[in-house]
């Protein structure tokens, strides 16, 4: 068992600093990784069968950045994408693409392709619905598409989902079952995002333009560093939004080794001017439920957001209490993160990044109360990443790659080879090849190195396109890479880990 836990909260801390000072360079960028499949309602129509058009204007509910601008509504196109441009509404959609995103030719922009390919539901077989579930700030908004027909092949569906979440700026892309037409259009299909001015996008591993089919497969698009922000979340005690934050705490996140160097201020300017120090570091909050102060931490300034939740409330709808969610008892909810996917466990409906839902892990379906722990080393499975103690992770054990290992059963016994420590295939190369990303790229000064694997980075090296070694960097300087000394061109990234060597390509510009 690997515990991402123990190291998830010094990787953050370590690279604030460098997040403080970087947000304006990754804001724009994305990253995109496989989750489970989970699907939520949606009951509201969209509109009916009209072939390649789009809805008039739709309220999500909350503000939600795409791409570095803020919207409050969207408009949905028949041909299985979520539009952001309002001048869309109640027009033509196009049906018809051969270019690969990202591309400035590409028909459709500021767009979340969920399943964009020519549907054709004239025969009122399928419905697109969408629909708002969840308690703000944590609330989603999702795009149903069931059993929609393919133009030109009635016979062929699709069935598709996305999700965009309140405050985390996260995209959820759920492929229910992604069937093809390859007589109409080459059969060509794409699920990503698009910018408006289609210069940047990005798409799941063979999911961008072209043929292909899907059976319950999920991808998530995060936005890199969507917020440099300290959270501190806390249960409230009497539903007032009033509670006693420990500030101690904040003091102790943002620098472990010197907390006493961190000193919190109402308002910015103070924190600038090292005036008006909050002295009572058991601080109740003066704004309910939500309140900003100050974190001079060491020079930098960090912007502290107070949040006072209803712990009565599932963010995640895992099935765990959220008060049960603060694994660490420090009372705050937003520096628990047992993946380090850089989604807190409270609103994370898969704790250990293992590729199986909490709310399958977390309890035994036999009428009692008894927490999973399949190989008794007193880790819950929701929290362990090796749940059968076998050696190998419970991600690595999905042994037809279709990023979920519980319908993988070798030996055909009924039980999966995740939950069995007599089953250990090996490595998965191409699930650990999906887990390792680099941010931003393209970039013309650093580069972010996100290592969701579960295993340790022994050394990376940054080798020319003509396979020149330029340098190698140990585990700490892997976590921020300098390139603004390279000149403009491609490049490769080896990351070495204890299971072997896998390459990514970057472009400095």
Request: glycine fraction near 8%; aromatic fraction near 10%.
């Amino acid at each position: 068992m690997i515990n991402n836990y123990l190291t998830s909260k010094s990787l953050r801390i370590t690279t604030l600093a460098f997040l403080m000072c970087s947000f304006n360079l990754f804001a724009q960028n994305y990253a995109v990784s496989a989750i489970p499949y989970h699907i939520f309602a949606a009951d509201n129509n969209v509109q009916g069968t009209q072939d390649d058009r789009c809805s008039d204007l739709i309220p999500l509910g909350f503000n939600f950045d795409f791409y570095g601008n803020i919207y409050n509504q969207v408009v949905v196109s028949t041909n299985g994408y979520i539009d952001f441009r309002s001048e869309m509404a109640n027009g033509f959609s196009p049906f018809s693409f051969s270019q690969t995103i990202p591309n400035v030719s590409f028909p459709v922009k500021n767009s979340i392709l969920g399943c964009y390919q020519d549907l054709n539901n004239s025969n009122g077989e399928g419905t697109i619905t969408y629909g708002i579930t969840g308690v703000a700030p944590y609330r989603k908004f999702v795009v149903l598409f069931d059993n929609n027909s393919l133009f030109a092949c009635n016979a062929s569906k699709s069935s598709f989902q996305m999700i965009l979440y309140e405050t985390l700026n996260t995209i959820d892309v759920q492929l229910i079952d992604k069937q093809v037409c390859a007589s109409w259009g080459g059969g060509n299909t794409v699920t990503g995002i698009i910018n408006d001015a289609g210069d940047a996008g990005i798409s799941p591993e063979g999911r961008n333009t072209g043929s292909w089919t899907a059976f319950h497969e999920g991808w998530r698009f995060t936005k890199y560093n969507s917020s440099s922000a300290y959270l501190f979340a806390k249960c409230d005690d009497d539903a007032d939004g009033l509670v006693s934050f420990n500030l101690n705490v904040v003091k102790n996140d943002l620098l472990p080794a010197e907390p006493g160097l961190v000193k919190l201020f109402p308002t910015e300017a103070d924190a600038l001017a090292l005036t008006n120090e909050i002295q009572d570091l058991n601080y109740t909050n003066s704004i309910a439920f939500d309140e900003v102060l100050y974190a001079n931490s060491n020079g930098a300034i960090v912007k502290v957001q107070l949040r006072v939740l209803d712990c009565n409330n599932d963010y995640d709808g895992d099935s765990v209490d959220t008060a049960l969610e603060d694994l660490n008892a420090d009372t705050n909810l937003a520096n628990d993160d047992t993946d380090g996917d850089g989604i807190y466990n409270f609103i994370d409906n898969d704790d250990d990044g293992d590729m199986i839902l909490t709310s399958t892990e977390y309890v035994f379906n036999r009428g009692i109360n008894v927490i999973n722990d399949t190989d008794g080393d007193g880790l819950a499975n929701y929290l362990d990443n090796d749940d059968d103690g076998d050696g190998v992770l419970t991600i690595l054990e999905d042994y037809n790659n279709n990023n979920n290992p519980a319908d993988d059963d070798s030996n055909g016994d009924n039980i999966p080879d995740y939950l069995q420590n007599t089953v250990a295939l090996g490595i998965n190369q191409p699930t650990i090849q999906n887990q390792i990303s680099l941010y931003p790229n393209p970039s013309s000064s650093h580069v972010q190195l996100m290592n969701r694997s579960g295993y340790e980075i022994q050394s990376v090296e940054l080798y020319s396109a003509t396979g020149q070694l330029i340098k190698t960097l140990s585990p700490a300087e892997s976590q921020n890479i300098s390139v603004a000394d390279l000149t403009s061109g491609l490049y490769f990234v080896k990351v070495n880990l204890p299971v072997g060597a896998f390459t990514y390509k970057f472009t400095k510009n």
